[in-house]
């Protein structure tokens, strides 16, 4: 079987174990399903996601030009506290600005390798832990807007991480702190604006299981750029990595926006 796309992120759903989806031209492909599969993946070129062009990619599936000039790529995407819609200062585009920034938002804590506490959309809960390769996750606030949010990431993030150990959770060493425990010392630190919005009850930790057949021991990671073409034997997917035998791992969202052949034998 062949495939010939444009890359994007995996889409994904949480069952007892998760469930991905590449997106070949309309057709959804579910990777699972693939496991102990060899596949090749060739690298033929570039389009940018937001205009369509084929120009060489610059950041998050983009080109250059659209990268600064998208308003879904704006400074207070990677940095929720920067959010002005609720005051009705437009960024880029207000109308997408407000359609994005004022609806409900979670600040929470996953474990995808040590502790971390994050920001999203309710929306895009749990695909957003999904996406980071979370094991276990737990809401901390839910605030009417991204701007709440975003100061109570600033002000958690002094006293635990933000940013997640990428290889250690490709290699699945997971500490084994107590969501819950952490999340009643950190309740101190939410800011004045948000403290109504702590989750008192909200006793629900998620835990969430990836196909993987095998962990790398040793992590290997796949430019295309520079192979052009790359062939191995899939045993698993975490985050929004392809998992192959020989430790190779592929980050399919950093690769957005490439043109690729998929080819499965």
């Not at 062009?53 to 929720?80: H, L, N, T």
Request: hydrophobic letters at 35%; a neutral charge.
């Amino acid at each position: 079987m062949q495939y010939q796309t444009v890359l994007k992120k995996m889409m994904t759903e949480l069952n007892d174990e998760v469930q991905y989806y590449l997106d070949v031209k309309g057709d959804f492909l579910n990777l699972n399903q693939l496991l102990n599969r060899e596949i090749e993946i060739s690298f033929e070129g570039y389009q940018c996601l937001c205009c369509g062009k084929e120009k060489k990619i610059f950041r998050q599936g983009f080109c250059y030009e659209c990268f600064y000039e998208s308003a879904s790529v704006g400074d207070w995407i990677m940095r929720p506290e920067l959010s002005t819609a609720h005051k009705g200062i437009e960024d880029r585009d207000l109308e997408y600005e407000k359609k994005v920034q004022l609806q409900p938002h979670v600040v929470y804590l996953a474990l995808s390798s040590n502790v971390k506490v994050g920001v999203t959309r309710k929306t895009q809960v749990p695909t957003r832990w999904i996406d980071q390769g979370a094991t276990k996750a737990v809401e901390i606030v839910e605030v009417p807007n991204r701007y709440l949010a975003g100061i109570t990431e600033v002000a958690l993030k002094n006293h635990v991480a933000d940013k997640t150990s990428w290889q250690k959770m490709l290699k699945n060493q997971i500490s084994e702190d107590d969501l819950f425990e952490e999340k009643e010392k950190l309740k101190q630190f939410i800011p004045n604006e948000a403290k109504e919005y702590f989750l008192e009850n909200n006793g629900k930790v998620v835990e969430i299981n990836y196909p993987v057949l095998k962990y790398p021991s040793k992590i290997k990671t796949l430019n295309l750029e520079k192979s052009h073409v790359y062939s191995g034997k899939l045993v698993g997917v975490k985050g929004q990595y392809l998992l192959f035998e020989d430790n190779t791992v592929f980050n399919v969202r950093n690769n957005e926006g490439y043109k690729v052949i998929i080819t499965i034998n």
